[in-house]
């Protein structure tokens, strides 16, 4: 369906940061370098001010082994979630981090 979606439109953020999401984290259709060009490509579109393009980015950095990488786009991710108020996200957000990282954070 997300294919479908770029292939419709090329440009459409959406599209590509819901199948980087699939590509990062679905193991049946995992693709970690997929995932992490075209995470990389919302997060440029986006200019990096979205949380949610941000954990997309962070997964795609996990899943292709760049672990520091992706544990410091998680921690961007949250302070921007927080900054816009969007607590429960942020919370969301926090809960991965620890989940692949520990309490550390």
């Known amino acids: 369906q997300y294919r479908k979606a770029l292939l419709q439109d090329p440009d459409s953020w959406e599209a590509?940061?819901?199948?980087?999401?699939i590509f990062a984290n679905d193991p049946k259709f995992g693709n970690a370098d997929r995932a992490l060009e075209l995470a990389r490509r919302v997060v440029q579109a986006d200019g990096g001010h979205q949380p949610a393009t941000l954990d997309t980015l962070a997964a795609a950095q996990l899943a292709t082994g760049?672990?520091?990488r992706a544990r410091r786009t998680w921690l961007k991710a949250i302070q921007l979630a927080r900054q816009s108020g969007n607590t429960e996200f942020a919370e969301k957000l926090d809960a991965q981090l620890k989940q692949h990282f520990g309490n550390d954070e």
């Open 16 to 21: 590509a940061n819901n199948l980087a999401w």
């Open 66 to 68: 760049d672990t520091e």
